[in-house]
């Protein structure tokens, strides 16, 4: 028997000698279980004792509902309705020794009268967890995980439902887990057989909510066998019950290696036939690799039910599959309701030759029947910026539709990176897409090299200056009815442009840059339309650094707000060196600089030699 609350027992080792003895020797914790007094897990002992007290919290189903499967033989849920807040004593994070050990509980539970050990598919943590804003710090999971069932390192399994008593009376449970982040560093799983992973929980059966909660891992697993393999950020499976992510996240990396294994940023696989809900700012900023299928959120849907994603859904970094990959949604093969709404996917998009490859879907393989739709797919106020490859289908948002029967809806879309592609690829359905925006590299660049910005009166407004051309751009975009634009610039030392050249990778980076934006108007570009980016009150040791500069134009979709950055390469890098030799040296300037040729010399003498 693996874990319920897995990272509580490592907690004590670390945490044993901040605690006074006092209410843990009294085997029991602070508060009353409560949503007005929780109990409150402060330290070592409190850990401890809250994972003897969630094994005796269980709550007898003698009929448990998901859905439409009902069971009746000794259900329970473990610590249902019951509230827990960490509240650590030092400080608002708690570290995790390096040790695996901790992490494999076999254990059992008192029901009733007796003491039994049960099955995992038939018991599950059904309370609420307040992180309240705590970080836990795993030092690194390194050892490997051999496991044929469900493995989290919070929970194996979460989720509510509904229980029913002797009497036929009704309780719904929802388990949550909320205002917490996991920062794990590594972890390596080996799996021989079929399991399911996630770093909040294996599994998720039964009504759940995940609200505010952030994962931090480099997960890397291992198929030694040929069973699927399910691996999340936050998920590895839902398997029943209505499930909800708001303002859910994880960074970092997802690899696998073997036969099988699918992969999603936020939950491997749905088999569910109830309710799948991304909502607020749900983010994958993150590397993934699936063997088979692999999406920025959900890698497969296998559920007959209906998936939202809205409020600002954004994937960035990149998702491969040796068969179908997606921005959101790697594929779907039973018939899905899917909802797409808000937002946007900056990630490159790659699968196999062979395999499918979309901004949003890779594949939807369902062929439908005659009693409906195999699937309806509703795509509106959406961005596709990452390039989509590989794949034998690709499709700016949907890599592949099988049916005949779906009926698809596209509106509200802008497209860049991607431009060649179809917006939905080897549709059986003709596909309409109304309000559809592409943008072309050409469209919005900045233009090759850069010039000085010069003052007579005050030195301190000479500068570099780039130019960006935007006109293109803005034409398509107004006239598809995208008129809430900002535009502007973003201006760094080069050598700190190591990566993508966004303000989301500088600050992710901590590197320091200038940023300047301003609302669109008619008469915001220039008459030959472009805009100018300038850096100003350069210091004489300065002269000798290369800037880069990227242009940008933030589009507002529905509830989020997109940014479109001009692609940068080696022509938009330049120093006030380099530019002001470019002049002195030009016979023909196109402009009169004598009365500047003082400055321009100081300028293309670099930076001044150190003084010994």
């Known amino acids: 028997m693996k874990r319920i609350f897995s990272f509580l027992l490592a907690l004590c080792t670390v945490l044993s000698a901040l605690c006074f003895p006092t209410v843990a020797e009294a085997a029991t914790l602070l508060g009353d279980g409560t949503e007005k007094s929780p109990y409150l897990i402060t330290c070592a002992a409190d850990f401890a004792t809250a994972k003897t007290l969630i094994e005796s919290l269980a709550t007898p189903g003698y009929k448990m509902e998901d859905g439409s499967v009902t069971t009746t033989v000794g259900d329970y849920f473990f610590a249902a309705n019951t509230y827990f807040r960490l509240q650590p004593e030092q400080g608002t994070s708690i570290t995790v020794p390096a040790s695996t050990d901790a992490l494999l509980l076999d254990r059992k539970v008192t029901v009733g009268e007796g003491i039994m050990a049960f099955s995992w598919t038939k018991a599950r943590f059904a309370g609420v967890l307040d992180g309240n804003g705590v970080t836990v710090r795993m030092e690194g999971v390194t050892e490997d995980f051999p496991a044929d069932t469900p ?14 008593d002797e009497n036929g009376e009704a309780t719904v449970y929802t388990a949550v887990v909320k205002n917490l982040t996991v920062d794990v560093g590594t972890v390596n799983n080996d799996i021989t057989k079929a399991g399911q992973f996630g770093v909040i929980a294996g599994s998720v059966t039964g009504e759940t909510e995940l609200t505010n909660v952030a994962v931090r891992a480099q997960i890397t697993n291992t198929d030694t066998g040929s069973a699927n393999h399910n691996v999340g950020g936050l998920i590895g499976k839902h398997s029943g019950g209505a499930l909800k992510l708001e303002d859910c996240s994880f960074e970092g990396q997802i690899t696998t290696t073997g036969t099988n294994a699918t992969v999603g940023g936020l939950i491997g696989t749905s088999s569910a036939s109830q309710s799948l809900t991304f ?51 790697g594929a779907s093969d039973q018939p899905v309701t899917l909802l797409v709404s808000s937002a946007a996917n900056y990630a490159a998009i790659s699968a196999t030759a062979g395999g499918n490859a979309g901004g949003i879907v890779g594949n939807l393989s369902h062929i439908g029947s005659a009693e409906g739709p195999a699937l309806t797919l509703t795509v509106q106020s959406c961005y596709n910026g990452g390039v989509i490859s590989g794949g034998t289908n690709n499709g700016s948002l949907i890599g592949n539709v099988a049916s005949e029967a779906a009926v698809l809806s596209v509106s509200g879309v802008i497209l860049t990176a991607s431009t060649d592609l179809e917006v939905v690829a080897a549709s059986a359905t003709a596909v309409t897409p109304t309000n559809v925006v592409k943008l072309a590299a050409d469209d919005f660049q900045v233009l090759e090299g850069a010039r000085i910005r010069l003052s007579r009166d005050d030195e301190t407004q000479n500068g570099l200056r780039f130019d960006i051309a935007a006109k293109d751009a803005v034409d398509k975009l107004v006239a598809g009815g995208f008129s809430d634009l900002k535009m502007g610039s973003l201006m760094a030392k080069a050598e700190n442009v190591t990566g993508a050249f966004t303000a989301e990778a500088l600050d992710a980076a901590e590197q320091k840059y200038s940023k300047v934006d301003a609302a669109y108007t008619e008469t915001f570009l220039n008459a030959d339309g472009t805009y100018a ?65 003082t400055v321009l010399e100081a300028f293309a003498a670099g930076a001044p030699a150190a003084q010994e």
Request: a negative charge; one cysteine or more.
């Open 151 to 164: 493995l989290g390192l919070l929970f194996d399994y979460l989720g509510g439902g509904t229980c029913y």
């Open 279 to 329: 909502t607020g700012d749900c983010l994958v900023d993150a590397t993934l690799q699936g063997i088979g299928a692999a999406g920025g959120f959900l890698g497969t849907s296998s559920g007959k039910h209906t998936i939202t994603l809205e409020q600002n859904a954004t994937v960035r970094g990149s998702v491969t599959a040796t068969a179908d990959a997606g921005g959101f949604i």
């Open 533 to 597: 980016a300038a850096l100003r009150n350069f210091a004489p040791e300065q002269y000798s650094t290369k800037y880069a500069c990227v242009g940008y134009i933030t589009v507002t979709l529905g509830t989020a707000a997109v940014t479109v950055y001009t692609a940068y390469g080696p022509n938009n890098t330049r120093s006030m060196e380099e530019v002001a030799q470019g002049v002195l040296g030009d016979p023909n300037p196109g402009f009169d600089y004598s009365a500047y040729r």
